[in-house]
């Protein structure tokens, strides 16, 4: 009889501890508003990789598009605009393309950008480069801010060497019988050329 008593208590022991396992290891019961804010987060996280995919998509298709159309020049894509606008206008309007008014980095892409823009929009102009001193008199910087580090101002007119306008003239445009730059009024309406880095 002792055994026997032994043998329910101890069989009590066991169903006690069990329960108290269970209790311990069983998970907090999981908030159905949570589960839906975070299902809802993870929708909108791929969401937005999906959409940054699809611009970065649409993004090489328009460079492919520009490059078949005007020149690549080491690593970049310049189109030229034959239409005569101001300074802002041709800005903008390369910005709306993805892109920024040309800005040569170096003497060969200078020559190579010149003797494309010749063929595009004749030799006996000048356009419109992404080059300006607006927001500081004599300190010249490309269209993202940067001070230019390849300049090509004409220096050939020794009474007038380039840049030479002053506070008047403040965009620089490209001759296209020489290559060389030189400052103007911003509000002249000249072709333009619009450079697009390919990624």
Request: proline residues 4%; contains cysteine.
């Amino acid at each position: 009889m002792e055994f026997r008593g032994f043998s329910v208590l101890l069989g009590v022991l066991l169903l006690i501890h069990c329960s108290l396992q269970q209790t311990a290891t069983r998970k907090k019961p999981v908030n159905k508003d949570t589960l839906r804010d975070s299902a809802v987060v993870e929708l909108q996280k791929q969401i937005e990789e999906i959409v940054q995919d699809l611009n970065l998509l649409k993004e090489k298709q328009a460079l492919q598009t520009v490059c078949l159309k005007g020149e690549k020049i080491h690593g970049k894509c310049f189109l030229a605009d034959p239409l005569k606008k101001r300074y802002h206008t041709a800005s903008e309007d390369c910005n709306s393309l993805g892109g920024v008014l040309a800005t040569p980095a170096s003497s060969e892409e200078n020559h190579r950008l010149r003797d494309y823009i010749r063929q595009s929009v004749g030799p006996d102009r000048e356009v419109w480069l992404g080059v300006n001193d607006m927001t500081t008199e004599g300190q010249w910087m490309d269209q993202t801010g940067s001070s230019i580090t390849y300049k090509n101002w004409d220096t050939s007119n020794f009474r007038s060497p380039q840049p030479d306008g002053g506070k008047t003239q403040n965009c620089a445009a490209m001759t296209l019988t020489d290559g060389k730059w030189r400052d103007e009024n911003c509000r002249e309406e000249k072709p333009s050329v619009c450079e697009f880095n390919i990624v």
